[in-house]
């Protein structure tokens, strides 16, 4: 059975969340093998953490392995907020098996401090926990290099809304993607709220939801890019 260190003073502890017990007892040893004075302490949830955790004795950082699911799954996504919410001004940084572009540009917008896919080396991903215990936001070299090619190119940010929803319908998408309410979409979009409520009845129908917060969970797994896709309606 592993046995976490207690850290002391001089040490930095470093939280491992994985509800995978072998992966996050493997990659806990692999830390210590490769740095010293940094403690991980692996735990499979929040709560589990929330349990042994003492009093005025908080992490040096936050380590949320996904694992193959997307930021943008409701489930994984609430979870991230609840973390980042939580831990306050300790950095989150999240591992998964994917470095796609538009699942970092979300994990970012929820507030983590750093990205780190599978596909790099323990070295990189010690190098990656030390940027964010620095204050720094780590992400994969990969995907700068496709946003770099996409700016190179001139190409536009993709508008996969435009094909299910009216210009106006995407704004009112964007905003309930925010959790923003009927009154402040009224004011921001210089619409009333009866029309508001149109149009978010009208969104309802074609996304065959039930209510707001299924809109919101359903257009995240349909078009994961945040406010970057609905930009340039006219």
């Known amino acids: 059975m592993f046995a976490s260190v207690e850290p002391s003073h001089n040490q930095r502890s470093i939280v491992m969340i994985d509800s995978r017990a072998l992966d996050r007892e493997c990659f806990a040893r692999s830390i210590a093998a490769h740095r ?10 929040l709560d589990e953490w929330t349990a042994k955790s003492r009093e005025g004795n908080p992490p040096s950082a936050v380590l949320f392995n996904i694992g193959g699911h997307k930021v943008t799954e409701a489930g994984v996504s609430d979870e991230i ?8 001004s300790v950095p989150v940084v999240i591992l998964a098996d994917t470095d796609d572009l538009a699942q970092i540009l979300n994990a ?3 507030g983590v401090k750093g990205y ?3 596909s ?10 030390d940027l964010a215990l620095a204050g720094g936001i780590f992400v994969p070299a990969s995907s700068v290099m496709a946003m770099r090619q996409m700016l190179a190119s001139g190409m536009e940010a993709p508008k996969p809304m435009a094909g299910l929803f009216t ?3 995407a704004e ?10 009927n009154k402040i979409i009224a004011y921001e979009l210089n619409l009333r709220e009866s029309t508001v409520k149109v149009h978010i009845r009208n969104i309802m129908k074609k996304l065959k939801a039930t209510n707001r917060t299924e809109v919101a969970y359903k257009i995240n797994d349909l078009f994961p890019i945040t406010s970057y896709s609905q930009r340039g309606f006219s």
Do not use: Y
């Open 36 to 45: 010293a004075g940094m403690t991980v302490l692996p735990v499979g949830s």
């Open 167 to 169: 210009a106006r319908q």
């Open 81 to 88: 907020r609840k973390l980042v919410s939580s831990f306050g």
């Open 108 to 110: 970012l917008e929820f």
């Open 172 to 181: 009112v998408v964007e905003a309930l993607r925010r959790g923003k309410a």
């Open 120 to 129: 790099v080396g323990i070295d990189v991903c010690i190098e990656a926990i």
């Open 116 to 118: 780190i896919p599978s």
